[in-house]
């Protein structure tokens, strides 16, 4: 029979003040296990920059600048997480939790609807434009999940800050398409019984947010990888494809897959080729009512892939208004690729694969 959610934190409570005894007033270390280890490195950071579990904690809001770059930089994670989070409202609606979305910094972006407001400590950190960072606040499930990239879970007493034990916390990272951080996932009670099965629900939840984040990416096509003999769906990844044959987003899935890395200068994971030992056109030409095919990859692996249903293809007017851009750059440089190529911004690799791509079209230059 498992415990009930009161006693598992009455269990805590006295671990976890042993352990701030040792580390944070007697210079000791938190040992016995009571602790986790990124919760003690937390702990520690906060004591080098001079701050103390006694001082006075401001949740601080940043400044307007601040909040309007916060908010234009995360308007895709927030139209990713708009459905989500009236999904987990619902499902956490007869707790004392709420939710909390912040951008890749920690700043509240979006507050959940069950964020009773006329609670002291529920208002001071339920507002957009709050820093809830480590920096700022000291350790908690946001700043510990943007920092450790993972689920965690952070139990009233394990907060660096005495004036922040009020709160339990569980936080899950938001990832891009492009395999950046963008932003945190909190579900937060206030003197509530502790449920460290929220964390299990912040991880599902932040996935969701990420799984509408690729959708919401523009591409030629979106395919799906797994490798041969792997469960279903939820061993399967998918990648966003241009018309070039170039990989513009990819899920965590996928990324760890292939070993993606994301190009910055040229805003992509590079072409299906460099990952698979086939031709693009051969993957760019899969149809999504076939079976899944079994591509060698140039590790030696291999891996089966399929065409998604319900690609979001790049207007054609944009692969126009693209064609007309190189030819007229190209014009200007008398010819000269490279040259137009860092005119446009990209490298010169990326305007070979896209001089090759519009040939194939027939609206080359």
């Not at 490798?227 to 061993?235: I, K, T």
Request: include cysteine; charged fraction near 20%.
């Amino acid at each position: 029979m498992n415990p009930a959610p009161h006693s598992l934190r009455a269990d805590r409570l006295p671990m976890i003040t042993q352990a701030r005894r040792a580390l944070l007033h007697e210079g000791g270390t938190a040992s016995g296990g009571a602790i986790e280890p990124w919760i003690t490195a937390s702990w520690q950071r906060c004591i080098g920059r001079g701050q103390r579990p006694g001082d006075g904690v401001a949740f601080d809001l940043v400044t307007c600048a601040a909040q309007r770059r916060s908010a234009e930089s995360s308007g895709t994670l927030l139209a990713a997480a708009r459905s989500v989070l009236a999904d987990l409202d619902r499902a956490i609606a007869p707790t004392r939790y709420f939710s909390l979305l912040t951008d890749a910094q920690g700043v509240v972006v979006a507050v959940g609807a069950t964020a009773d407001a006329s609670v002291p400590a529920v208002h001071a950190i339920a507002r957009v434009g709050v820093d809830l960072s480590e920096r700022s606040v000291g350790t908690t499930a946001i700043g510990a999940a943007l920092g450790e990239r993972h689920p965690v879970w952070l139990h009233r007493g394990e907060h660096f800050f005495d004036a922040t034990a009020v709160y339990s916390c569980a936080g899950a990272p938001v990832v891009g398409p492009d395999g950046c951080l963008a932003g945190m996932l909190d579900l937060t009670g206030v003197m509530a019984d502790e449920r460290p099965e929220l964390r299990h629900l912040a991880a599902q939840m932040a996935m969701r947010i990420e799984a509408a984040m690729l959708d919401a990416l523009p591409r030629e096509r979106m395919l799906r990888v797994q490798w041969p003999g792997a469960d279903g769906a939820s061993g399967a990844g998918l990648l966003a494809l241009d018309g070039d044959g170039l990989i513009v987003g990819a899920d965590r899935i996928a990324r760890q897959m292939l070993a993606l890395r994301w190009q910055e200068d040229a805003r992509h994971f590079g072409p299906l080729d460099a990952c698979f030992a086939t031709s693009p056109e051969r993957l760019l030409g899969l149809r999504a009512d076939a079976a899944a095919e079994i591509v060698p990859l140039w590790s030696g692996l291999q891996a089966l892939v399929a065409a998604v249903e319900g690609s979001r293809v790049v207007p054609a007017r944009w692969r126009d208004a693209e064609a007309r851009l190189i030819r007229e750059a190209i014009g200007a440089a008398h010819g000269n690729v490279a040259r137009a190529a860092q005119q446009l911004g990209i490298s010169r690799a990326t305007m070979y694969r896209r001089l090759a791509a519009l040939r194939r079209r027939g609206a080359g230059p």
